[in-house]
C-alpha cells in the first residue's frame, strides 16, 4: 500500500514540473521549474489574457499566440503572423 502511494505522488510531483502557460488575475504568465532556481513564474506583459491561445505543435516546445504576437515561452517571435 505504502509503495503505491509513493508511486502515484512521485508521478504527480514529477508531471507537474512542466513549463506552462497561466492566466491569473487577467495576465498571462509562463511558469517553469529547473532544479537550479526551482519554481520560476514570468508575466509576459505584452500578452493580452483574453485572446492567448496556446499553439499545439508535435514537438515538445511552449508556443502561444494572442491578437498581436506568437510567443516562444515567455519571448515574443518577432516577424511571426
Request: one cysteine or more; hydrophobic letters at 35%.
Amino acid at each position: 500500500m505504502r509503495t503505491t502511494i509513493f508511486i502515484i505522488i512521485s508521478t504527480l510531483i514529477l508531471t507537474s514540473c512542466g513549463p506552462e502557460y497561466k492566466i491569473k488575475n487577467g495576465k498571462v504568465y509562463y511558469s517553469s521549474w529547473n532544479e537550479g532556481s526551482g519554481s520560476n513564474e514570468m508575466l509576459i506583459d505584452s500578452a493580452d489574457a483574453k485572446t492567448f491561445r496556446e499553439i499545439s505543435n508535435d514537438e515538445e516546445i511552449k508556443l502561444a499566440k494572442d491578437k498581436s504576437y506568437v510567443f516562444y515561452e515567455y519571448l515574443i517571435i518577432t516577424g511571426a503572423n
